[in-house]
């Protein structure tokens, strides 16, 4: 995003010695669509140049007297770069050279293109009949950064961003994971339990691991992400602690899907305690399980449940001035 904000302050020609420097020393009257880098080169400069075909998507010239704009580089129809939509053998077509500028295809009132033979050529004939000639002498070229639904004459980050960014529809669980008030640490293991990729016993020996599959907390079954967190009997141990805060559910869970249904079918004022309780304890039985795994430190369920309960109070008095957080510390301790 740094980038593409640099290379629209070269574009614009913003007032700065660095813009001053490239287009002298770089440019020096060529297209930055067309240069090509050379082996002096900075590494930053070459690294603009790459970034040129993403660039390109955003930028638009606006033609005044035509003098500055490439007529075959510079995307100043709605077509895009001529160079690339009629094609290389353009410059002997059009009868216009590939260094030319607008106002170079222009005499007086109309266009000194020749008779279109291509329907890509009628097109372009199509649109150069809109603009009005002579162009305005006193008027210098443009750039617009087109960036959603308008133009813009400055560079905007956000709007970039959006329209960059990757794009798929809501996930249905996406409320139990990313919330407001959620903790970055909770949130982050609760959505890669919730994908099913924490690397379990079963999983790594899935994959050829010389380990044993079985639980670490009971060593009765192999430990799956539903049995460590929700099934094994320590697990149980743990959430019978939270339950009592903030009410159990009618039955005990056997799957994932039990316990999001859980989370989202609390009374309207238990559902954020319910969400950060779930996140905490599956944060906290997780790296219990590390911690005996790795550290051979085992210790009792109620001492889990006491680090759960730490965290929740603390998560609610960081917030306890802020909407739906003022409650919760009493729905917590009831």
């Known amino acids: 995003m740094l980038q593409l904000s640099i290379i629209w302050l070269l574009l614009s020609k913003a007032p700065s010695l660095w813009v001053d420097w490239h287009w002298n020393i770089h440019l020096n009257g060529q297209s930055f669509w067309s240069i090509n880098p050379s082996e002096t080169d900075s590494w930053a400069w070459r690294k603009l140049l790459d970034l040129r075909p ?14 500055s704009t490439s007529f075959w580089f510079d995307p100043w129809t709605p077509l895009g770069q001529l160079i690339t939509y009629i094609g290389q053998s353009g410059p002997r077509a059009l009868r216009v050279r ?34 009005n000639l002579p162009l305005s002498a006193d008027v210098d070229d443009i750039y617009e950064w087109i960036a959603g639904d308008s133009p813009l004459c400055v560079f905007r980050s956000s709007t970039t961003w959006e329209v960059l960014r990757p794009r798929q529809a809501i996930k ?16 982050f293991t609760m959505w890669i339990a919730n994908y099913d990729r924490l690397p379990t016993r079963a999983r790594l020996a899935a994959w050829g691991m010389a380990i044993s599959p079985l639980c670490p907390f009971c060593s009765n079954y192999e430990e799956s992400r539903d049995h460590l967190l929700l099934r094994c009997v320590y ?15 009618s039955n005990t869970f056997t ?5 999001l249904s859980w989370i989202r079918g609390a009374p309207p004022k238990l559902t954020l305690l319910r969400k950060l309780a779930t996140q905490s304890t599956v944060y906290h039985l997780w790296k219990q399980r590390n911690n005996l795994i790795h550290n051979q430190t085992s210790v009792p369920a109620a001492t889990v449940f006491h680090a759960i309960d730490k965290e929740i109070r603390n998560i ?19």
Not at 172 to 187: N, Q, T, Y
Not at 255 to 259: F, S
């Open 235 to 249: 697990s149980k141990e743990v959430w019978g602690g939270v339950f009592a805060r903030c009410l159990p559910p």
């Open 54 to 67: 993403l660039a390109i998507q955003f930028c638009r010239t606006k033609l005044g007297n035509g003098n």
């Open 316 to 334: 609610i008095s960081a917030r306890r001035h802020r909407k739906h957080f003022d409650t919760l510390m009493i729905l917590w301790l009831r």
């Open 255 to 259: 799957d994932w899907a039990e316990l």
């Open 172 to 187: 249905p669980w996406v409320d139990v994971v990313w919330f407001k008030g959620a903790i970055p640490k909770l949130s």
């Open 98 to 131: 590939m260094n030319a500028a607008v106002v170079d295809a222009t005499a007086g009132s109309g266009w000194t293109l020749p008779h279109p033979r291509s329907q890509r050529e009628v097109n372009l004939h199509a649109y150069l009949s809109t603009i």
